[in-house]
């Protein structure tokens, strides 16, 4: 008798519940506040599933931790304003995220991507664009430790990190310790806020 899922069995489910969230998602948005925040939420759970079955672990190469896949919120430049964010693995380690190495809307195929620019491009998806889009005027990671405005990342071993290390060897620093909050501010509808768990990286919005 089976008794107990396969990792296989594990990741159709997520990828089920993935899907069924995108189509039971919009009931609740209200305004454009709610929408940035539950597509956030969405694409978070996209990323946390593909940094599962997307292993970027190579004992041969020592500084394989920093091709994790990663969310960077970033400041569109100062002719733009605003706020943008992309999610990518860093391939080839130049530390800048670049379109090819992005994740794809798999809704849209779309690039989950910008350039400081913040422009609206046929080929990437306009939700990352959250003050153009939504009117964000503020991001704040209570976890983050980086120069950006914040960075999630997320292992293979189900593990949540805030920064990746410039070190070789180093793939277990920066993981997050206790709860990870993302808060989104707009002038005109208040706050929201999304809580990543550590040691399990479970992705809720914050009540």
């Known amino acids: 008798m089976k008794k107990s899922f396969t990792l296989f069995e594990l990741l159709i489910v997520i990828a089920i519940l993935i899907i069924v969230s995108t189509f039971t998602i919009y009931k609740y948005e209200d305004n454009n506040l709610e929408k940035a ?112 405005i914040g960075q999630i990342s997320f292992g293979d071993d189900g593990n949540v990190y805030t920064k990746l290390s410039n070190f070789e060897n180093s793939e277990n620093e920066y993981k997050l310790e206790n709860i990870c909050t993302v808060e989104l501010k707009s002038l005109k509808e208040g706050t929201s806020s999304i809580v990543i768990e550590s040691n399990t990286g479970f992705i809720s919005r914050n009540k």
């Not at 597509?39 to 978070?44: C, M, Q």
């Not at 593909?50 to 970027?56: F, H, N, P, W, Y």
């Open 37 to 148: 925040t539950n597509r956030l939420v969405l694409y978070l759970k996209e990323l946390r599933y593909q940094a599962l079955i997307d292993s970027k672990r190579d004992n041969d190469e020592l500084f394989w931790h920093k091709k994790r896949w990663s969310l960077k919120f970033l400041n569109c430049n100062k002719n733009v304003g605003g706020i943008y964010y992309v999610i990518y693995s860093d391939t080839n380690m130049t530390g800048h995220p670049g379109l090819e190495e992005s994740l794809s809307d798999p809704l849209t195929n779309k690039k989950i991507y910008s350039t400081n620019k913040c422009e609206y491009r046929p080929n990437t998806s306009k939700y990352v664009l959250l003050t153009k889009e939504f009117g964000i005027d503020e991001v704040n990671v209570s976890c983050n430790n980086t120069s950006s």
